[in-house]
């Protein structure tokens, strides 16, 4: 007996509320999965794109920061060599006004004839020669005869070596020089000098540490004083 | 009794609905994921331009530090080139007397290695 109009109607209706009904349940299924991948895609581009760049601006910053202290370096560099160039000047211009004070030393004739003696002097044990030009200004020459004799003397007692001395009357020493002597072989191939220029030159070159200290106090970041 | 093909077509007109609603829901879910890469990227824009703000202040800041040191270094050399001259000029003399001393102080002597024979 088939089943009545009214009836297969309303299996009918079933099926279809039924076939609706799963087709719901898919598509909402299909939209939750949708937003949940969207969530993860999403943070996931995100996260990457940060990261990246996190680290460039990381590197860009360090390198600010490197230059930044190098440049400060390089300022206390400049400021340290800007100082230590002025007292380098410093120290020349004193030398320069003490070599103007040299000419005032030829004034006392006794006191200078001493020095020129030992100036001979030190000359010859300085050289240690058999035979001995000496050279001097023109308006020194006079002292210089006067003392020569002594000046050998006292060179063959302590050496005890025989020495023979010539005063140069054909060559002067500059009126620029203010005193003191130069002393050569006769082929002029070793030459001292020993005018008052070349010892305040000499004298200043060895006594520098002492000269910075006497003008400037004692450096306190020195650690060897030796 | 025509309500049998009726009826078989109301079936298939719910079987073509319901693919559909199905057909709707997975192209929905193509274009959210397509959403999820143009949110990404604007996300992704902003915070570039606010950490690049964020290194644009930095590098100001930073210059503007090296303007003020450069100007503290120079007053200190200054100040310092000025007392190095100050006690130059206080102590100068004393050199000057001491150097003059000992150059006209002169003693004449044999080398320490010199040997008489």
Known sequence: ?226 | MASKSEGIQQLLQAEKKASELVNDAKKRKTRRLKQAKEEAQSEIEKFKVQREQEFQAKVKESSGSKDDFAIKIKDQTHQKINDQNRLAAANKNKVIDRVLSLLYDIKPELHENYRIN
């Open chain 1, 1 to 226: 007996m088939a089943l009545s109009d009214t009836e297969v109607q309303k299996q009918i209706h079933h099926m279809m509320a039924f076939i609706e009904q799963e087709a719901k349940e898919k598509a909402d299924e299909i939209d939750a999965k949708a937003e949940e991948e969207f969530n993860i895609e999403k943070s996931r581009l995100v996260q990457q794109e940060k990261l990246k760049i996190l680290g460039f601006y990381e590197k860009k910053e360090k390198q600010i920061e490197l230059q930044r202290k190098i440049q400060h370096s390089n300022m206390l560099n400049q400021s340290r060599l800007a100082i230590l160039k002025e007292r380098e000047n410093l120290i020349k211009a004193i030398m320069e006004d003490t070599r103007v004070k040299l000419g005032a030393a030829t004034k006392d004739q006794e006191k200078y004839k001493g020095l020129l003696q030992g100036l001979i002097t030190q000359g010859l044990f300085q050289l240690l020669e058999k035979t001995v030009i000496v050279r001097c200004r023109q308006a020194d020459l006079k002292l210089i005869k006067e003392v020569i004799g002594d000046a050998v003397k006292d060179y063959k007692n302590a050496s005890k070596r025989d020495i023979v001395v010539n005063v140069d009357i054909k060559e002067f020493l500059g009126s620029e020089i203010s005193g003191g002597v130069e002393l050569l072989t006769p082929s002029g191939n070793i030459k001292i000098s020993n005018t008052l220029e070349s010892r305040l030159e000499s004298l200043y070159r060895q006594m520098l540490p002492e000269i910075r200290t006497t003008l400037f106090g004692a450096n306190e970041g020195r650690r060897f004083t030796d």
